[in-house]
């Protein structure tokens, strides 16, 4: 196993119980004279940057391993015995032949021993990039019935909602009320590889 250095960050919100990034994304980011940045990321964040944007399919066995550690350590036992599946956020660009957060989700599911259940949860309206869209109300209104479960399998069940880079929650958000309000789910649980230092 390839384990990363993590820095455990708490994601707060009253629409799931507990959430976590394993780390910020970035350390710091300076901007240049000619308008580009001079970008310093974490490990993880670096990991996660080639595997976005390499793509870096390589990227995804240490992220994985990572991950899967923070799942299956002491400190998570007394919720992860219940966990009865993860949940991918669904792509927002569904024309890439490489999706990063599936990959991920899916060699995490074979690590830790829980199931990934990509087909459960689908995005059903087209949305802009939240982080292009200033307005709140705006950001709302994109995001309003933007997800949909595909059936009730997790009633009653423990379910882990997993991306890979957390900006200012919306999406998250969106989505474990979706699965809370159509799905039934009991205890739902949020979990990024990432999060910027930033809200965008």
């Keep these: 196993m390839?384990?990363?250095?993590?820095?455990?960050?708490?994601?707060?919100?009253?629409c799931w119980f507990k959430g976590w990034a394993l780390d910020f994304h970035t350390i710091s980011s300076v901007l240049l004279p000619d308008g580009r940045f001079n970008t310093d990321r974490t490990k993880l964040g670096e990991a996660l940057f080639r595997l976005k944007y390499g793509p870096d399919i390589r990227?995804?066995?240490p992220i994985a391993d990572?991950?899967?550690?923070?799942?299956?350590?002491?400190?998570n036992q007394?919720?992860?015995?219940?966990?009865?599946?993860?949940?991918?956020?669904?792509?927002?660009n569904k024309n890439r032949t490489f999706q990063p957060v599936l990959e991920l989700a899916k060699a995490i599911s074979i690590k830790s021993g829980i199931m990934c259940h990509?087909?459960?949860?689908?995005?059903?309206?087209?949305?802009?990039?939240?982080k292009n869209l200033d307005d709140i109300e705006t950001r709302y209104l994109q995001l309003k019935g933007a997800f949909a479960v595909k059936d009730n399998r997790f009633f009653n069940k423990t379910v882990l909602v997993f991306d890979d880079l957390y900006r200012s929650g919306e999406t998250l958000e969106s989505i474990c009320k979706t699965i809370r309000?159509?799905?039934?789910?009991?205890?739902?649980y949020v979990l990024t590889v990432t999060k910027t230092r930033v809200k965008k």
């Design 2 to 14: 390839r384990i990363m250095k993590t820095n455990v960050q708490i994601l707060e919100s009253d």
């Design 59 to 61: 990227q995804v066995e």
């Design 66 to 75: 990572t991950v899967s550690n923070f799942l299956l350590s002491n400190d």
């Design 78 to 92: 007394w919720w992860f015995k219940w966990l009865s599946a993860i949940i991918p956020v669904p792509p927002s």
């Design 118 to 130: 990509e087909d459960y949860l689908g995005k059903v309206k087209e949305t802009e990039q939240l």
């Design 181 to 188: 309000e159509k799905g039934n789910a009991s205890f739902i």
